[in-house]
């Protein structure tokens, strides 16, 4: 039986349209214009707007939101397109602080915990909350999840993760087909002092592409914030030093892209 028609659609940062077997998925909602601040712990600086309008999606089966803290996976408009997707399936804690102005809709996984959702013509998507840490161990305490879609032989998104033992399990349990990595080596300033990165650096994602040969890499959330230090150029020559080039899956803004 051939493999069920895969498109991805850019949008900015954590931000894609994932549409496969007659469904539609989105992460992370990032919707506002450039220029937005936030203040939320740290000062986040948004740098590129949405290549697509909220008004432009149509109709979304699921939101997969990674968490919900941080305005660079969920800011003002994004929360305006959680409450018109059909459900949202986040991290426990997520779901019990948005579920009220959700209406119920909000579906709260710990890692390794799967549901099911429907979507048109009675099909049937399963979705598992994998691991993931917000950065290094001694300062990541916030509850983020990956998620990992049982469909075309497994299509693996990170969420906002360094590369540590949890994507290692991921890998060894479920060896997904695809892979959306969350990248960018985004740091903040605590103290006055920048932090270590709180997501995955180029050359982590070489790592990980080593330890899964099997997986194509769609990078994501790598542009756009002002918090972000590698963008596209340097995950291309990290990949290029290594050989693996080939591995990369470079979505275009606002359009969207067939993987087979």
Same mark, same amino acid.
């Given at each position: ?12 940062? @954590? #931000? ?33 707007? @949405? ?23 969920? =800011? ?43 979507? @048109? ?8 909350? #994998? ?13 983020? #999840? ?13 969420? =906002?993760? !360094? ?26 300033? !605590? =103290?006055?002092?920048? #932090? ?22 769609? @990078? ?25 080039? =080939? ?9 969207? !892209?067939?993987?087979?």
């Amino acid at each position: 039986m051939s493999e069920p028609s895969l498109s991805m659609t850019y949008i900015g940062g @954590p #931000t894609v349209l994932i549409e496969i077997a007659g469904m539609r998925l989105l992460t992370d909602p990032t919707f506002d214009d450039a220029g937005s601040t936030y203040e939320r712990g740290s000062t986040l600086h948004k740098l590129t707007g @949405p290549a697509l309008p909220a008004s432009a999606l149509g109709r979304i089966d699921a939101v997969l939101l990674s968490h919900h803290q941080h305005a660079d996976n969920l =800011d003002t408009a994004g929360e305006a397109v959680l409450k018109k997707a059909a459900r949202v399936v986040t991290t426990v804690e997520g779901a019990a602080e948005l579920g009220a102005a959700l209406g119920g809709k909000a579906f709260g996984l710990a890692p390794w915990q799967g549901a099911e959702i429907e979507g @048109p013509h009675s099909r049937t998507l399963r979705i598992t909350a #994998t691991p993931a840490r917000h950065g290094p161990a001694e300062r990541a305490s916030l509850a983020v #999840t990956g998620f990992l879609l049982d469909i075309s032989d497994g299509i693996y998104i990170s969420g =906002d993760t !360094v590369l540590y033992e949890g994507m290692q399990e991921v890998i060894e349990r479920l060896h997904p087909r695809i892979t959306m990595l969350h990248l960018g080596a985004a740091r903040v300033e !605590v =103290d006055g002092q920048l #932090t270590a990165p709180l997501t995955m650096t180029a050359e982590e994602a070489v790592t990980f592409a080593r330890m899964a040969p099997q997986t194509r890499i769609v @990078p994501i959330h790598y542009e756009g914030w002002a918090h972000f230090t590698e963008g596209r150029e340097v995950i291309e020559q990290s990949f290029a030093a290594a050989g693996l080039s =080939d591995r990369l899956i470079w979505l275009k803004a606002g359009e969207p !892209v067939a993987i087979d």
